[in-house]
């Protein structure tokens, strides 16, 4: 082959993916979210009765709302739902699949770009495969973080994290004005697409979710419900009321 052809292969694959990379908005992370319920429906105003980590969401850190006709269809998941219920329950509407249907809309059609979660089931299945398998629940209590009317300091919730993970995470608090503590509310660990552990902080593009993290099925995107902790405000981490 002569040189000048090999030169035009490699310019043709190489425009055709980066064709296909801004095309599909490939992300490079996922972001594994949950939330204390206790704390969500203090801000939310629901009744909480669980006292455990939920999962909120599996986010990928690029694009949202990635293919408006690829719609929810609980069907798809069937097997799931009991396990569903118990950890990624609706904590607004404990009766309904509005908030995974949401959830599938703005995230999982976005995760769907990479074959390894092109399905719902794929999707709803990951998720709630890294949450076991991350356990954080279990995690903080073998550690002695436990819900409590004493206060922690944040480096010791962040401590324990960092050091069973061996990873970054994100953690946020809800911050009532003038309170002089912070709650805790949202911890979030993150994965590559491997689905390896991943410092939450390490980002590899420029596109972010740049909105708070926050998702409320049919709300209003508040922006403001959680946000990153303070290092320096003691932590009330809340039994259930
Ligand atoms: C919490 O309450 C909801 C609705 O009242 C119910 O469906 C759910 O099973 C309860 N969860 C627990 C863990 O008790
Ligand atoms: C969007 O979803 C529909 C329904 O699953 C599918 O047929 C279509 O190929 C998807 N579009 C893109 C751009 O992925
Ligand atoms: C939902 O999924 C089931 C099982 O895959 C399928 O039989 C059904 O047609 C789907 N419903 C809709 C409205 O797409």
Not at 142 to 167: A, L, M, R
Not at 205 to 226: C, Q, R, Y
Request: hydrophobic share 35%.
């Amino acid at each position: 082959m002569r040189l000048s052809s090999i030169f035009l292969l490699c310019l043709a694959a190489a425009l055709s993916s980066a064709f296909v990379v801004s095309h599909s908005h490939m992300w490079t992370k996922l972001i594994l979210t949950h939330h204390w319920p206790s704390t969500f429906c203090s801000m939310e105003h629901c009744h909480p009765n669980i006292s455990y980590w939920t999962l909120h969401g599996l986010w990928p850190n690029s694009g949202s709302f990635c293919n408006s006709s690829w719609h929810f269809n609980t069907s798809e998941i069937e097997d799931l739902l009991p396990d569903m219920e118990k950890s990624w329950p609706d904590l607004l509407k404990p009766a309904s699949s509005g908030f995974w249907k949401y959830e599938w809309q703005k995230h999982g059609t976005c995760a769907a770009i990479a074959d390894t979660l092109n399905s719902q089931h794929k999707y709803f299945s990951k998720g709630l495969e890294l949450y076991h398998k991350v356990d954080l629940d279990s995690i903080l209590k073998k550690f002695d973080i436990i819900p409590s009317e004493k206060y922690y300091t944040f480096s010791q919730i962040e401590g324990v994290i960092e050091n069973f993970y061996g990873v970054k995470p994100k953690i946020q608090c809800a911050h009532p004005k003038n309170a002089g503590v912070q709650i805790l509310g949202q911890v979030e660990i993150c994965f590559n697409s491997d689905f390896t552990l991943l410092d939450c902080e390490k980002e590899f593009t420029l596109e972010t979710i740049s909105k708070g993290d926050w998702d409320i099925p049919m709300g209003v995107d508040k922006a403001s419900g959680f946000s990153v902790c303070d290092h320096d405000t003691p932590v009330y981490y809340p039994p259930l009321p």
